[in-house]
Nanobody, 121 residues
Framework: QVQLVESGGGVVQPGGSLRLSCAAS????????MGWYRQAPGKQRELVAA???????NYADSVKGRFTISWDNAVNTMYLQMNSLKPEDTAVYYC???????????????WGQGTQVTVSS
């Protein structure tokens, strides 16, 4: 069983930076996938950054060059560094880990509780 606790959200002016953290209480394996999603009011949840087995990363076009996803195995924590923030980045951000359950089983998803990011002047 895995529990994910998010922190680091807040209110920031356009052009500012924030770093979101997602601390995992359970053991995370190298074969597990992880990512960050966001959901703005009235909109569907969307993937903004992903980190998959082997260390490959993928970003939504809207955040490329501004956001960076990373994982620190020493403290069992994933991060989303957000720079040059824009008002359209305003949303609730969620971390997610998809645990590898074996070659014959589907992955199991674990979600953080969400943290609000507001970009406004």
């Amino acid at each position: 069983q895995v529990q994910l606790v998010e922190s680091g959200g807040g209110v920031v002016q356009p052009g500012g930076s924030l770093r979101l953290s997602c601390a995992a209480s359970g053991r995370i394996f190298s074969v597990d996938d992880m990512g960050w999603y966001r959901q703005a009011p009235g909109k569907q949840r969307e993937l903004v950054a992903a980190l998959t087995t082997g260390g490959s990363t993928n970003y939504a076009d809207s955040v490329k060059g501004r956001f960076t996803i990373s994982w620190d195995n020493a403290v069992n924590t994933m991060y989303l560094q957000m720079n040059s923030l824009k008002p359209e980045d305003t949303a609730v951000y969620y971390c997610k880990i998809d645990r590898y359950m074996g070659i014959s089983s589907p992955r199991r998803a674990y979600w953080g509780q969400g943290t609000q990011v507001t970009v406004s002047s």
